[in-house]
Nanobody, 116 residues
Framework: VQLQASGGGLVQPGGSLRLSCAASGGGFSINRMGWYSQAPGKQRELVAT???????NYADSVKGRFTISRDNAKNTVYLQMNSLKPEDTGVYYC???????????WGQGTLVTVSS
C-alpha cells in the first residue's frame, strides 16, 4: 500500500488548509484512514480518523475546526482544517489501518506551519 499526502504549507493563524491523501496498491475495502500530527520534539498524535463506513473520530483539540472526509471510489481521505492555530503546526501523516489484517500503513508526511 502506498499513501501519497499533499496540501501542507504555511498559513496564518485563523486560516485554512486542506490535506489530501490517496491510497494505492492495497485492495483493503474495509479500513480506517486518518491523519496524525507530530510537532517538533513531540510524539505523533491522532488528529482524526474515518472508517470506510463513514464513522469519524477527532482529537478534542480539533473538534469543531477540522473535518475529515473520504471518497471511497478514489481511495482518498481529506482533512479540511479551519481556524488554524500555531499549536496545529507539525508534520501531518496519513494512515491506513486495514481492519481485517490489522496492518498499518503510513504516508510520507506533509508539513503544516501556522505562523504570522
Amino acid at each position: 500500500v502506498q499513501l501519497q499526502a499533499s496540501g501542507g504549507g504555511l498559513v496564518q493563524p485563523g486560516g485554512s488548509l486542506r490535506l489530501s491523501c490517496a491510497a494505492s496498491g492495497g485492495g483493503f475495502s474495509i479500513n480506517r484512514m486518518g491523519w496524525y500530527s507530530q510537532a517538533p520534539g513531540k510524539q505523533r498524535e491522532l488528529v482524526a480518523t474515518i472508517t470506510s463506513g463513514g464513522t469519524t473520530n477527532y482529537a478534542d483539540s480539533v473538534k469543531g475546526r477540522f473535518t475529515i472526509s473520504r471518497d471511497n471510489a478514489k481511495n482518498t481521505v481529506y482533512l479540511q482544517m479551519n481556524s488554524l492555530k500555531p499549536e496545529d503546526t507539525g508534520v501531518y501523516y496519513c494512515n491506513l489501518h486495514a481492519t481485517v489484517t490489522g496492518g498499518d500503513y503510513w504516508g510520507q508526511g506533509t508539513l503544516v506551519t501556522v505562523s504570522s
